[in-house]
């Protein structure tokens, strides 16, 4: 065959040849945007550096003399943040689980109640259908001073002001005993009692329970409802051995959060 020849053959073949296309270089894309929701979040004003509920906060202080009467009983400015979307209302709690179960023995001189004695919860605040605009509560907006008997409870600009266990406690002053009532721990108990504050942003606009509704009765209303939760932790006591150990309350926060 002539190299011309080969050289058209080629060509033809070349011309009818399919064209087999080329895998296309994928293009790199970037993974979406996550965006993480911050948890929810709460300060409460006032406590010590070590966690110390000043007695401006508490139901019974000693003076500058010793001697053991009322406290300031002011509620403590507390603050909140980043609670979820679709949250309509918020609650708050405030829960001792330091309270001695037999307080037949509480107040005397001559007995210390057992750090290992059995417990039980004390509630010392208990609010609910607090607005979901609300970011906060303001020292003294709920209480201000010791009232013999509590406030009333019900509606209040806050949001409901519902029943803390002073009533249960105090038989002999009967009352309403709604709202804020601070610490005041048995001087002759061994334990160091714990006050826990939370905050709870709720999914529904408010819960159809009474301002007379206790604080185990609000837990039991909303445990279904609750989007999202942060709390903090103070200390209190009475016990003048316990008091050598902690330092003096000064005008810092503590920030808490889920």
């Not at 504050?197 to 159809?208: D, Q, S």
């Amino acid at each position: 065959m002539h190299r011309t020849t080969c050289t058209a053959l080629v060509a033809f073949v070349l011309a009818i040849a399919p064209v087999v296309a080329q895998p296309a270089i994928a293009q790199a894309t970037a993974a979406p945007a996550v965006v993480q929701q911050q948890k929810m979040s709460l300060t409460w004003e006032g406590l010590g550096t070590d966690g110390t509920i000043p007695p401006s906060q508490a139901f019974c202080a000693y003076d500058d003399s010793g001697k053991l009467g009322n406290g300031g009983n002011q509620n403590p400015a507390i603050r909140w943040q980043h609670a979820p979307e679709g949250t309509k209302s918020f609650a708050v709690v405030m829960l001792d689980p330091d309270v001695p179960q037999d307080t037949t023995k509480a107040g005397r001189e001559d007995y210390t109640i057992p750090e290992n004695a059995k417990r039980q919860n004390f509630y010392h605040w208990v609010m609910f259908n607090i607005p979901a605009t609300a970011t906060e509560i303001a020292a003294g907006a709920d209480s201000n001073a010791v009232k013999m008997g509590g406030k009333s409870f019900g509606k209040t600009p806050l949001g409901m002001r519902a029943r803390n266990d002073y009533a249960r406690f105090f038989r002999k002053n009967p009352g309403p005993w709604g709202g804020y009532d601070g610490p005041c721990p048995p001087f002759n108990d061994a334990r160091l009692h714990h006050y826990t504050i939370t905050v709870y942003a709720l999914g529904v606009p408010e819960l159809k329970i009474p301002g007379a509704a206790t604080g185990h009765t609000l837990q039991i209303a909303m445990r279904n409802h609750i989007l999202a939760s942060a709390s903090v932790t103070g200390t209190y006591t009475l016990n003048k051995t316990l008091l050598h150990g902690i330092a003096m309350p000064d005008a810092s926060s503590k920030t808490g959060s889920q």
